[in-house]
């Protein structure tokens, strides 16, 4: 029987840093930057604010895998929690408590924030129910991380209340760029778990449905997000507009490249090409709307990519993404 080890080890936290995916929390940090941006804060708000959303998809990825061992023993034998070497409590309750203290330094940058955080943690809470069923995975996941540009918006934003943030023209073409490209994500990520989730009992669309129909709604989401992040991008353009459009349009390319991708493969294992160009096309789009917002932020977005880019590359299993 492999060894679990405990929390004061120093093996369980190089295991649970595994377990939340860090090539991943690039995600869950541009989404909340979106809104951080939209919202103008200075710099202290903004580095706590986006601590708390980097750290979050992390939190929130290990908390949905205590629920999913079933499937993941078969499609990811890599992972900490299928070896046995960290234990489920103790990865449920360090995920918890994680998503708590960023939930705390987000209420404490804006009460309001309190609404959208308990809904993002419940959410996290009841995925792996929804997965399992085929008209339902892609769009449950993606509504909880459509909830950061508007986390962002609060954070960064002082008193005002989230009936008025959502109301804010601004942001919410990337709202539902968000929404859209994330689901896409989710969708295309099951192509590289077809046989895992068929053996699980997991009914998932592409289960449901096979590759070519599920690769042509992933067809359908991609262009919802060029079409979400244009809109944004004709609605709230400027003369300092041309660099965060450049890279928004390596961000539709890199998405297009991700479509053909799906199409032109038809195993499992090629699977996570497509996938990681899904990540980064995301990525790109959304780091273009938050310096749509804050062109100063060219630099640091720059180095943000670079280690998202780092991280994706250094990933410790190639097929999974």
């Known amino acids: 029987m492999p060894v679990s080890f405990s929390l004061t080890a120093s093996r369980f936290w190089s295991a649970y840093w595994i377990t939340m995916r860090p090539y991943l929390l690039f995600v869950s940090g541009v989404a909340g930057m979106v809104g951080i941006a939209a919202s103008g804060a200075g710099l202290i708000r903004s580095v706590a604010a986006f601590a708390a959303f980097l750290l979050s998809y992390g939190f929130g990825q290990a908390l949905t895998d205590c629920f999913?061992?079933?499937?993941?023993?078969?499609s990811s034998p890599y992972r900490p929690l299928v070896r046995g070497i960290?234990?489920?409590?103790?990865?449920?309750?360090?995920s918890l408590a994680g998503l708590a203290l960023c939930s705390v330094l987000l209420i404490?940058?804006?009460?309001?924030?309190i609404i959208p955080a308990c809904m993002a943690v419940s959410g996290l809470a009841t995925y792996t129910h929804f997965k399992r069923r085929w008209w339902a995975g892609p769009w449950y996941?993606?509504?909880i991380v459509a909830l950061l540009p508007l986390m962002g918006r609060l954070a960064g934003g002082g008193a005002e209340s989230a009936g008025l943030v959502v109301g804010t023209p601004p942001l919410i073409p990337f709202i539902l760029s968000v929404f859209f490209g994330y689901t896409n994500f989710v969708l295309m990520g099951y192509f590289?778990?077809?046989?895992?989730?068929?053996?699980?009992?997991?009914d998932t669309f592409v289960v449901r449905f096979g590759w070519?129909?599920?690769a042509v709604g992933t067809d359908v989401l991609s262009?919802?997000?060029?079409?979400?992040?244009?809109?944004?991008?004709?609605?709230?353009?400027?003369g300092e507009t041309v660099p965060a459009a450049l890279v928004l349009i390596a961000g539709w390319v890199v998405l297009l490249a991700a479509q053909i991708g799906?199409?032109?493969?038809?195993?499992?294992?090629a699977s996570h090409g497509p996938i990681a160009n899904v990540v980064r096309g995301f990525v790109l789009v959304h780091i273009a709307a938050a310096i749509l917002f804050r062109p100063a932020w060219l630099l640091a977005a720059a180095l943000f990519y670079a280690a998202f880019e780092l991280a994706l590359a250094t990933r410790p299993e190639r097929s999974q993404v």
């Not at 404490?108 to 924030?113: D, K, R, V």
């Open 212 to 214: 070519i129909r599920a």
């Open 223 to 238: 262009i919802a997000t060029v079409a979400a992040s244009a809109w944004g991008f004709v609605r709230h353009g400027t």
């Open 192 to 202: 590289k778990d077809i046989s895992a989730d068929r053996a699980s009992g997991y």
């Open 86 to 94: 960290v234990s489920r409590a103790d990865v449920l309750r360090v």
């Open 108 to 113: 404490a940058l804006n009460p309001w924030a």
């Open 68 to 74: 999913q061992t079933d499937t993941d023993s078969l």
């Open 141 to 143: 996941n993606a509504w």
């Open 262 to 269: 799906i199409h032109r493969v038809r195993t499992e294992q």
